[in-house]
């Protein structure tokens, strides 16, 4: 007969040998070295008579991180040919691609004037919508084809709010802005002193007196060349004019 180890317990409930656990079989026996076969039901854990060998220990330690993979997989980016594509963020990618454009831009005096405060204000708009930033980076037309939209027809004035809206309406048609001005007042009101001082006049410089020019003598104009007169043509000598003859008759 082989000995009782008097030590031996249930790593779960702690019987023991001495004292073992009554179940509706009748007392619990052992079913590992520190777990009881009551124990064991509870957890609903089939025995089958054969302990685990450190293969089976090994092929569920490899399905536990077959698990643990999988599940970090479908958090991780997809990977084409080694190169991660991480989801877009279209407020970084909008305000890049403006930068890139604006230093890139081409037009004319009109456009070049505004494309650097249109591309502020796209910027700006950018960062503060997101489904704006998404149109601005997925339109194929440029900040320099924008600003030509704005300025066609333009004549020699032109509104800043126009000028806004255009851009915003150049990207995203059924888009607007509004325009708001807040006034800050600060300080003590104004004293009577200051409500009654006359606007000053900015003195105007002097007129310069013009200095005396000094008339210079007219340049005496060259002889006028000698016509050269033509000698006189000498005259056709005259024929000479013979005698006529007059015949007289007698009878």
């Not at 007392?27 to 590992?32: G, I, L, S």
Request: proline share 7%; charged share 35%; glycine share 4%.
């Amino acid at each position: 007969m082989s000995e009782i180890n008097a030590e031996q317990k249930c790593r779960v409930c702690g019987c023991s040998n001495e004292s073992a656990c009554m179940t509706e079989e009748g007392a619990c026996y052992w079913v590992e070295s520190d777990l009881c076969s009551a124990c064991a039901d509870e957890n609903s854990k089939e025995y089958t008579g054969e302990e685990e060998t450190e293969d089976d220990e090994e092929e569920i330690m490899d399905d536990e991180v077959t698990e643990e993979a999988e599940e970090v997989a479908d958090h991780e980016p997809e990977t084409i040919n080694n190169v991660i594509e991480m989801p877009e963020r279209f407020p970084e990618a909008a305000v890049a691609k403006i930068a890139q454009e604006l230093k890139d831009f081409k037009g004319d005096n009109k456009a070049t004037a505004v494309s650097k405060f249109v591309a502020s204000t796209l910027t700006h708009f950018c960062e503060e919508n997101d489904r704006f930033a998404e149109v601005v980076y997925k339109t194929s037309r440029t900040l320099s084809d924008c600003c030509a939209e704005i300025m066609a027809g333009v004549g020699t004035h032109v509104s800043d709010i126009d000028v806004y809206r255009g851009a915003v309406r150049s990207y995203f048609p059924n888009a607007d802005i509004s325009f708001k001005m807040n006034i800050l007042v600060n300080g003590d009101v104004p004293d009577d002193e200051y409500l009654k001082r006359k606007p000053e006049k900015k003195a105007q410089p002097a007129k310069k007196a013009k200095e005396p020019v000094e008339k210079k003598d007219k340049p005496s104009a060259p002889p006028a060349p000698k016509k050269e007169t033509p000698a006189p043509k000498k005259p056709e000598p005259k024929a000479e004019k013979k005698p006529e003859l007059i015949q007289l008759s007698l009878f």
